[in-house]
């Protein structure tokens, strides 16, 4: 079968799509062909629907797969709207959760729920009803096991023009050594995520099913490969935890990543699971930066909204094993949450001060749909439907019904949110946009 494989990136982070690379890989394997349209303003094709038209009538695929993020759904509804005479199927974090709101879209045929690698192939293989696929609202959603990452081929990066996206992202490339966090905060998917595998598998998995890593050898390989045909200066490992994975499995990674890849490298780390012992394994690999969630600085917000249990004093151990073994430390924070005061957000901001990061990233919140805090909020009668109608990022509005002075205050923190943070403290800090960061 001719496949198209479509990533609404419009207005986002620019970033190689990993659930569509690795779909691309499985359907390759089973001898489809496949071809990707990256819809983003800066490299690729515009929302401009004559024009994709053309691309799609020229290339003729027999089925066009969607994946979506709920921040790109206004572009999606008219694409399906448009395209409806061809057979569309849509998958990813929003489809997971909304999965009958999805199907209800015009011109959408038939939705994949969780992973869908198998479920994908079987469908395109001419199988009726495969496990994870949907395609007539009355049906019951039926879920196969997690798969071992073990099984299934790794990613396809040719899917994507390494070599004009690359520059954009400062010839960072961005990896993923394993899927999955048990972590359960109210704002995120994989909570949600899991519980729908839980009511639809026949064997319900534990949390510690999701929690997967490819196998070790098989990154490297693929890494050094990557290195010697792109300019790649640095890698990313956008995992939601690296150090969530088991010590054995990080050192036999890490110990094989320097004799071989050697590129600096970034990654994401829980503040949970950071410690001396492991964040050394990283430091001796080559890691120049690790993110953590820092979220917020308000303990209360994090126990009674974000469901988060992560205390400033783990952050701040945390972060000193980051900063005493001279790794960059970059925090994640997030403003305009429900029920917040501009005293919680003057924690978030003390918090960074006093834990010295050298790369901050601030968003503002907003609930996606179907996750606990998106039910408190509508429950609370907190959300300003036409404003979240609008937004296809975190940074320029909040869609939170705050009054007009604490709607100032936080549009003010998010354009000068280092600046804040030095008010607390002596240090100036860079600030990361768009996940690069700026280096002064
Ligand atoms: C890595 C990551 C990124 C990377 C890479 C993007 C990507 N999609 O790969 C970058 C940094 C670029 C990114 C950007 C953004 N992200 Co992001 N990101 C993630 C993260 C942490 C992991 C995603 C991942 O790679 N998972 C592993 C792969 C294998 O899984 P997958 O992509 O879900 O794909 C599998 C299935 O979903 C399914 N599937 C997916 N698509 C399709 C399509 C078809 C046809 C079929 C059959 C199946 C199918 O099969 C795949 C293989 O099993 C998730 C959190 C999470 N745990 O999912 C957030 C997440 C996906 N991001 C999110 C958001 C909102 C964004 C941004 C809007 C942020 C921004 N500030 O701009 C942008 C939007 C990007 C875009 N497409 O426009 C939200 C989406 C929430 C929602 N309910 O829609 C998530 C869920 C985080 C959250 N808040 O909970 N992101």
Redesign the pocket.
């Known amino acids: 079968m001719k496949v198209l494989?479509l990533?609404?990136?419009?207005?986002?982070?620019?970033?190689?799509?990993?659930?569509?690379m690795?779909?691309s890989a499985s359907l390759k394997k089973n001898h489809h062909e496949v071809r990707l349209l990256l819809l983003n303003d800066k490299i690729g094709t515009c929302f401009n629907l004559e024009k994709i038209e053309h691309i799609v009538t020229e290339y003729g695929p027999d089925i066009i797969?969607?994946?979506?993020?709920?921040?790109?759904l206004n572009y999606i509804k008219k694409f399906c709207n448009y395209f409806s005479h061809y057979y569309i199927?849509?998958?990813?974090?929003?489809?997971?959760?909304n999965p009958y709101t999805t199907l209800r879209i015009k011109g959408v045929n038939s939705v994949?729920i969780?992973?869908?690698?198998e479920?994908?192939c079987e469908?395109c293989n001419g199988k009726k009803r495969p496990l994870n696929?949907l395609s007539d609202n009355h049906h019951k959603i039926s879920l196969r096991p997690f798969n071992s990452l073990k099984n299934i081929p790794p990613p396809d990066y040719n899917l994507f023009d390494l070599d004009s996206l690359l520059p954009i992202k400062n010839n960072q490339l961005?990896v993923?050594i394993g899927?999955?966090?048990t972590g359960k905060c109210s704002?995120?998917?994989?909570d949600s995520?899991l519980k729908k595998y839980k009511g639809f598998c026949t064997i319900p998995p534990k949390p510690k099913d999701y929690i997967r890593y490819r196998n070790a050898d098989e990154i490297i390989e693929e890494l050094v490969s990557l290195k010697c045909s792109h300019n790649i200066e640095e890698i990313a490992f956008?995992d939601?935890n690296i150090t969530g994975y088991p010590a054995k499995f990080l050192d036999n990674f890490f110990t094989s990543y320097k004799k071989k890849v050697t590129l600096p490298f970034t990654c994401n780390a829980s503040p949970l699971s950071i410690n001396v012992a492991r964040t050394t394994i990283l430091k001796n690999a080559n890691c120049t930066t690790i993110r953590i969630g820092l979220e917020s600085g308000s303990d209360r917000i994090k126990k009674e909204i974000l469901n988060r249990p992560i205390s400033n004093k783990k952050i701040i151990t945390a972060s000193k094993v980051i900063n005493d073994l001279d790794i960059n430390l970059s925090t994640y924070n997030m403003i305009g949450l429900p029920l917040e005061s501009k005293e919680d957000i003057i924690e978030t901001l003390k918090l960074n001060a006093y834990i010295k990061p050298k790369y901050v990233k601030l968003?503002i919140f907003?609930p996606?749909?179907?996750?606990p805090i998106y039910k408190k909020c509508e429950d609370l009668g907190l959300i300003d439907h036409e404003i979240k109608k609008g937004l296809?990022?975190?940074n320029s509005n909040t869609c939170i019904n705050f009054s007009p002075e604490h709607r100032k205050f936080i549009m003010d923190v998010q354009s000068n949110f280092d600046r804040y943070i030095s008010k607390f403290s002596n240090k100036n800090y860079s600030k990361i946009t768009d996940?690069v960061a700026i280096r002064n």
């Not at 990533?7 to 569509?20: E, P, S």
């Open positions: 494989l990533d609404f990136n419009i207005d986002a982070t620019v970033g190689l799509h990993q659930g569509l690795s779909l797969g969607i994946s979506i993020v709920e921040t790109q199927i849509c998958g990813g974090p929003y489809v997971t959760i994949c969780g992973e869908g690698e479920a994908f469908l696929i961005e993923m899927r999955g966090c704002y995120c998917i994989n995520y956008i939601d968003m907003y996606f749909e179907c996750t296809t990022n975190y996940s």
